[in-house]
């Protein structure tokens, strides 16, 4: 992992939240409040840019590599039809030993400028054996 990475754009971008992603995860969910939690999370953040954004932009060895959490923070629902803006960044790279973490974070803004959520990601690559 690289620890130059801290502080560094994956991604920046406006998506649409589409209704017929909102539909697929509803039906994924497939409880009775799965319309309400698919307009909570329509995408993993640390993805958004594709599969390989934070691989590549963490310098991230796959092979030694693990997923150590996910938190969330909202503020609203996405609604279906709306563009949100994300950016998804490094927010720390640090070492605990022979392992080294990766914090990575992604917020999405409503056209009016305020957060609609914010993810944060958290990698870890173990240390060689």
Not at 67 to 84: D, I, K, N, Q
Request: aromatic fraction near 6%.
């Amino acid at each position: 992992m690289q620890e130059d990475a801290k502080g560094k754009t994956l991604v920046e971008d406006d998506l649409t939240v589409s209704a017929a992603t909102l539909t697929a995860l509803e039906r994924a969910i497939g409880t009775p409040s799965a319309a309400g939690t698919a307009t909570l999370v329509p995408w993993f953040g640390a993805t958004v840019g594709g599969e390989s954004t934070v691989v590549t932009g963490l310098g991230l060895d796959l092979s030694r590599a693990l997923l150590a959490g996910v938190e969330y923070e909202w503020e609203r629902p996405f609604a279906a039809g709306e563009t949100v803006h994300v950016r998804v960044c490094v927010d720390d790279v640090y070492r605990k030993g022979a392992n080294q973490f990766g914090v990575v974070v992604a917020e999405f803004t409503g056209a009016d400028g305020a957060l609609v959520q914010r993810q944060s990601v958290t990698f870890i690559e173990r240390g060689a054996a």
